[in-house]
């Protein structure tokens, strides 16, 4: 008799921190309208960028921006029309500002789901989407998104 109060303690605890969790991850983390798109020389990649407001993506990461930076969010989809078996990685994304100045991701992905893959092998047909997470200059314009790999120079202006 005496473990049906803790049970009830622990029970309860765990009901309270489910609820907490969950309410910090709602969000909707799909973007609806794209920033731009760019086809690829011979229409065999297309990418397509938004930009993701920060309070609609959960982060979770002990990392912070430096001072004077501020994590900047986009959600890149690259289709793969006709250009074989091709590997995609988040690291070959560049963002360019209106000073010309050119971010690379973040080797650490932190978003909580959806990240683009470090490592993906499409082929025809496929595409491959998620979030790529940038440090920039507090405040920074932004011109262009751009992936560049294997001879492909995809770019969205912004």
């Known amino acids: 008799m005496q473990l049906k ?4 303690i622990v029970v309860l605890l765990l009901v309270v921190v489910s609820l907490l969790v969950s309410g910090c991850a709602t969000s909707n983390t799909t973007p609806t309208t794209p920033t731009a798109t760019a086809p690829a020389a011979g229409g065999r990649l297309t990418m397509t960028a ?3 407001d920060l309070n609609t ?10 001072a004077g930076n501020e994590y900047a969010i986009y959600y890149c989809k690259i289709n793969n029309i ?23 991701p973040k080797s650490e ?3 909580q789901a959806g990240d683009f893959p470090a490592y993906y092998v ?6 491959v989407a998620g979030y790529v997470l940038f440090e920039v200059h507090a405040g920074s314009q932004f011109k262009t998104i751009s992936y560049q790999n294997n001879g492909y120079d995809l770019k969205v202006n912004l």
């Open 5 to 8: 109060p803790i049970t009830a």
């Open 50 to 52: 938004y930009r993701v």
């Open 57 to 66: 993506v959960p982060i979770v990461s002990v990392f912070h921006p430096s």
């Open 82 to 104: 006709n250009a074989g078996n091709y590997g995609m990685s988040y690291a070959f994304f560049k963002l360019r500002d209106s000073n010309g100045n050119t971010y690379s």
């Open 109 to 111: 992905q932190i978003m």
């Open 122 to 127: 499409s082929a025809n047909g496929d595409s």
